[in-house]
């Protein structure tokens, strides 16, 4: 396993972390499967674990948390996230100071630590003043509830806005976003948030690498039954077409080049581009945990990375 800073801090993340959307608590119920992707990953070397309070309401946080509590704190990584309704209650949403100051207590708790290494804005809240919410996740810094605090899916000029803030008014402004970032999803990334991020020393933990699986070619003939596109109609209304499938399969000749699977390929290229601290992987089973880590012994040449590029535009 590689370690990188989180942009310009001092923590170093595995370069792969392994996260629990549609995951833990949900797709994954059984508790001995669950050990055993976690037990795997930790033992690849990954220290990165990434969860968000509305992952299965709640219940990822715990099942992973239960995991987690095996090993030193210390070598861990942690993050979750806060911002989509947890009930039908009004202030039980958003990013108000009110619902930061009682979700970091909750998610603390069904974790079961004592801090978060980073906690995210899971999105950007129009009906909460920008400065109500740094403020407040500031404060979780002070009081060491949070050593680091992010986004996700925020567009630059909001992060930019988030800094500009922070500074103003000497409090601590955003250290990481998380977007998606993968080979079917580039430009808002490349054109958007690097350039605010980079001069800011804010680092990117991206998700969905392999955009719901597409990019893995298990989608090549078909929507194989028990598959995540095949449970979720949503993710497979925009991933699944005639397409996208046909880019993916001009990926394999390159794939064999490398000596890589397709979804290794995939997370190789991402590796290699500018602003990455960690990309966060999802698994369903300890095999592709191991599959996806052997991404990181590979170094790809400027050539290849131009190739594939041109091959998936």
Known sequence: MKYRRLGNAGIKLSVLGLGGWTTFGESIKDAKLARQIITTAYDLGINFYDIADAYARGEAERQMGAILADYPRHTLVISSKLYWPMSDDPNDRGL????????????????????????????????????????????LVHQGKVLYWGTSEWSGEQIAQAVALAREHNLYGPSVEQPQYNLLVRERVEKEILPVVEPNGIGLTTFSPLATGILTGKYDNGLPEGSRLAREGGLRERWYNEATVAKVKRLEPLAKEAGLSRSQLALAWLLKKAGVSSVITGATKPEQVRENVAAVETELSDDLVKRIEETIA
Not at 96 to 102: A, D, G, V
Not at 116 to 122: G, M, T
Request: overall charge negative; hydrophobic content about 25%.
């Open 96 to 139: 108000s100071r009110k619902h930061i100051r009682e979700s970091i207590d909750k998610s603390l708790k069904r974790i079961g630590t004592d801090y978060l290494d980073i906690y995210y804005c899971h999105r950007y809240d129009t009906e909460t003043p920008l400065e109500e919410t740094v403020r407040a996740m500031s404060d």
